[in-house]
């Protein structure tokens, strides 16, 4: 079992610690629904340094990245970062990830999910066109800080005018010796960002972001919080909304994907199938009778045919309801179509609804 | 962490304590349960008149993160639901003992609390976890 450089401050902080992907991680500190609520309040410190990061560097850095990612790399200049999906050649998906230029054409970093860390590097190392790849996981730490005053945090403890970003930006600098990047990027839909730091420098920083932040009514966040806040926000989640036969227009990613920019690997099977007309989306629900949805439950028509599954489900804290994401035949994904969800053998009335699911 | 175990009650290795009064029995979930589930958002119960059995699944608790299942700890009928918990979930991590009662059932037979743990026993079960 792996541990963050941030373990022994979870100990600390009393949090609740659970294992994730073969990382020992904070599931919750002093209650999920208190940390859920502070960062759409206030703000949130989340331990995100189980991700991996993986370095593309070189003359054949954008080679190898256009190759690999469904996004057009080419269009990213220095400070910017775009999300983007590491497709396999069948046309599923293998990760969803971040690309960050550090220097264009030539230096970028790839921030990739805990879970496919290991299956990431290999995918990178057998499909490379050239670049230099260095596995940078467990050289650096990283922590996010999301919520309505967490560009004050990050500006009071780093120096970083963070509200003066636009989403999607970087930074890159000195923090008391250690190299630091800050992304204005989040998996909350609130402000802020997530900082990378040298693993031997987060554990320093993390206190000193509780610390400063105090005044501001900063709060640790666990993994629990951090999937309803994503859950609430639409957000996809590896192994829930796509996995490695997902098709990513059907999961509603359409907007990171560039066939007419560029040629990719699987771009042919993802293509073809968005041609021949997709048959399912990804949808937002809530449930109007009690219960709350649960990945894998199965959706239905007011017949009772099935007509799809639950991806992510759970109990809002910020609408205190239950909300659902989930694949239906597209023909049920209009607003306002009236869905079931059977939970436990009944089937519980739902309705097709906006997302996010608040309004942020 | 200290947790309340009433000396007279029966206990489940799924962490449900209940309390007999002669042939009927009171059922609910132990504080360490719910110190372990987190908040509680939504309870499903069975109805008056079920038929349930010992060591069978009669219901789920689930907090926002997770679902888990409620084990009978003896057979019988269910004769009263504690339907404030379904406006009130929350109640069952406030007091899981008195006032986060889940269920109230006529048993079948009395021999059948010979599978239950007593206190002390539960105790050592949760000294371990």
């Known amino acids: ?360 | 962490m200290a947790y309340h175990i009433p000396e007279d009650y029966y206990y489940t290795k799924e962490h449900e304590w209940a309390q007999v009064d002669e042939n009927i029995v009171t059922v609910g979930i132990t504080e360490f349960a719910q110190t372990q589930l987190g908040e509680v958002v939504y309870v499903d119960l069975p109805e008056e008149g079920q038929k349930v059995t010992q060591g069978t699944s009669f219901g789920v608790v689930e907090s926002v993160k997770a679902v888990s299942d409620l084990y009978c700890p003896v057979s019988g009928t269910v004769i009263e639901v504690n339907t404030t918990l379904m406006d009130d979930p929350a109640s069952l991590n406030d007091d899981p003992i008195n006032q986060g009662w889940l269920v109230r059932i006529e048993m079948d037979s009395e021999k059948e609390l010979a599978n239950l743990m007593r206190a002390p026993e539960y105790k050592k079960l949760i000294a371990d976890k």
């Open chain 1, 1 to 360: 079992m792996q541990r963050t450089p941030l373990y022994n401050d979870h100990v600390k902080l009393n949090a609740k610690i659970v294992e994730f992907a073969g990382w020992e991680m904070p599931i919750q500190y002093s209650g999920l629904k208190e940390e859920h609520l502070n960062v759409r309040k206030n703000v949130g410190l989340f331990d995100v340094s189980h991700m991996g990061e993986i370095r593309v560097k070189g003359p054949h850095a954008i080679k190898t990245l256009q190759w690999l990612t469904t996004n057009n790399v080419e269009a990213l200049e220095k400070g910017q970062a775009q999300y983007s999906l590491l497709p396999n050649s069948d046309g599923g998906l293998v990760d969803d990830i971040i690309v960050y230029c550090l220097e264009k054409n030539s230096d970028y970093l790839v921030c990739v999910n805990a879970s496919n860390e290991k299956k990431d590097w290999e995918h990178f190392q057998k499909n490379n066109q050239g670049a230099e790849l260095i596995n940078e996981s467990s050289a650096w730490g990283q922590i996010a800080v999301q919520g309505p005053k967490a560009q004050e945090l990050i500006e009071k403890v780093t120096g970083i005018k963070a509200s003066a970003m636009k989403p999607f930006q970087t930074q890159s600098m000195k923090w008391q010796g250690s190299e630091l990047i800050f992304a204005s990027t989040g998996y909350t839909g609130e402000k802020g960002g997530e900082i990378f730091i040298e693993s031997s420098s987060t554990s320093k920083l993390w206190n000193q972001l509780l610390e400063k932040g105090q005044d501001l009514g900063v709060l640790p966040i666990g993994l629990g919080a951090r999937d309803t806040l994503r859950t609430e926000m639409k957000y996809s989640l590896y192994g829930h909304e796509i996995n490695d036969v997902s098709n990513p227009y059907e999961a509603g990613l359409g907007w990171v994907i560039k066939p007419a920019a560029k040629d990719f690997l699987g771009k042919t099977p993802i293509v073809t199938r968005k041609e021949q007309g997709l048959t399912r989306s990804l949808i937002g629900f809530k449930t109007i009778e009690r219960g709350i949805p649960r990945q894998d439950y199965t959706l239905h028509d007011l017949a009772g045919n099935k007509i799809g599954f639950v991806t992510s489900g759970t109990h809002s804290p910020s609408l205190d309801a239950a909300i659902g994401i989930g694949y239906v035949q597209t023909q049920f994904s209009n607003l306002s179509t009236e869905i079931t969800v059977d939970i436990r053998g009944k089937k519980i009335k739902s309705i097709v609804c906006k997302t996010p699911f608040i309004n942020n």
